[in-house]
């Protein structure tokens, strides 16, 4: 295994509204330490898809760019961030014998293959197999089977498959702008991996990470992942609704938004007899005005509302079709670019009647200044997703656990997070 010094990780986490490339090397007590990052604004994405391949290619290589500058590492390879419609899950089950012996990480290993072996249509493609639990010779609830005894050996788990098209659209640019696809990583899985504790993983909770264009859902029980989802509906949707009902250019009504923007109507003031009272209201310039007007708060919060309030509707029906929705105390783990809108904790609380928490990313180490926000959960959660998955193949061997990246040739897999040549 390579020592602290030399293991480098690198997240590449592409969305709707900005790219997000990170560098992170482990430390002397394997944490990860961020010692590069490049931002820039996405182009070509929407709704989790690509829609212009060269716009996109240019925004990957302006990230990839600034993270090789700030890091001193050349970028050729990458885990990558999924999102977008094309994303479908199920849950499965596999089983291997045993015959009375120790459990070791080969049976482990195919009783995850057969629970992989489900029929899938042509066109789509399997992203992640990761193990909700396994059973003993009867005996269930078990997290790790390696090292018992037994003669049947039985595992649980979550397989999250994406459309092989979709996957191709996203490859080109990234190979256009010198990135290899070391593996995909659902959003929310990633998000999860830096914003959940683990008494919200054991006792269940969803994680809701909400972004630009869209909202993907991750519900956890019993510490392990049992259903995935992507709502293909996010902040953007807001931004087009005042852009519309204010007669906005849509930069515009993406700063009135953030600056002036509440998801709850009844959380304002009312309006005295002479207009709004001071701060309550906002100058903007519409189309077709020659000089700015006032607005008032109320209205643009009376646009909000009903939008924010439908997404949460949304996600209250993904939770309910799961079959999940009392089996989750922990309530909801709130997100993403998105959930920094005034407001809008208390409209899911209301919605989804569950407890929520807005969270960033914890535990942060090195150049993290503008990290601190919940926009970058999914981008950081991508370093934690592989220094995870390296420790355990380190240790159990590859196919094995907690993580799953069936996309890769096990027999290549020591260097499945192929290592940056410093540049």
Not at 36 to 60: C, E, F, H, Q, T
Not at 65 to 87: F, P
Not at 241 to 254: N, R, S, V, W
Not at 321 to 349: E, V
Request: aromatic content about 4%; proline content about 4%; charged content about 20%.
């Amino acid at each position: 295994m390579v020592g602290s010094e030399d293991t480098v990780l690198v997240g590449l986490d592409i969305g709707t509204s900005k790219v997000c490339a990170l560098v992170a090397h482990l430390d002397e007590d394997r944490r990860v330490r961020i010692i590069g990052a490049g931002v820039v604004p996405s182009l070509g994405m929407r709704k989790g898809g690509v829609v212009n391949m060269d716009a996109l290619a240019k925004a990957i290589e302006g990230a990839k760019d600034k993270a090789e500058r700030t890091s001193g590492y050349e970028i050729t390879s990458a885990l990558v961030s999924l999102s977008g419609a094309q994303i479908a899950s199920q849950n499965s089950k596999g089983m291997s014998g045993v015959a009375g012996r120790t459990i070791g990480p080969d049976d482990t290993g195919r009783a995850i293959e057969a629970a992989r072996s489900i029929a899938i249509p042509y066109n789509r493609q399997v992203v992640h197999v990761i193990p909700r639990g396994y059973i003993v010779d009867g005996q269930d609830g078990i997290k790790s089977a390696i090292g018992m005894h037994g003669y049947r050996l039985e595992v649980e788990a979550h397989i999250v498959t994406a459309s092989a098209t979709a996957l191709r659209n996203l490859e080109k640019p990234l190979e256009a702008a010198g990135v290899a696809v070391d593996g995909w990583v659902l959003s929310s899985l990633a998000a999860g991996e830096v914003v959940l504790t683990e008494t919200e993983r054991e006792m269940g909770a969803v994680v809701c990470d909400v972004g630009a264009g869209t909202t993907d859902l991750a519900i956890y029980i019993e510490g392990a992942v049992w259903h995935t989802a992507v709502i293909p509906v996010g902040g953007d949707h807001v931004t087009s609704d005042i852009a519309q009902g204010l007669h906005l250019p849509q930069e515009t009504a993406e700063t009135v938004k953030k600056r002036h923007g509440h998801a709850r109507l009844g959380a304002l003031g009312e309006a005295g007899p002479g207009g709004p009272t001071e701060g309550e209201a906002f100058a903007v310039r519409p189309f077709g005005q020659e000089r700015s007007v006032q607005i008032d708060r109320r209205e643009l919060a009376g646009i909000i509302e009903p939008r924010v309030e439908e997404l949460f509707s949304l996600v209250r029906q993904e939770i309910k079709r799961s079959g999940y929705d009392g089996l989750m105390p922990a309530g909801m783990i709130l997100t993403g670019g998105s959930s920094q809108l005034t407001g809008i904790r208390d409209a899911a609380a209301d919605v989804l009647r569950l407890p929520v928490r807005l969270a960033s990313p914890m535990d942060l180490r090195g150049l993290v200044d503008q990290l601190h926000s919940p926009a970058y959960s999914a981008s950081l959660g991508l370093l934690h997703w592989a220094r995870l998955q390296e420790e355990q193949m380190a240790l159990e061997g590859p196919g094995v656990g907690r993580f799953i990246l069936p996309r890769l040739d096990w027999s290549s897999a020591a260097a499945w997070l192929r290592r940056l040549l410093p540049g």
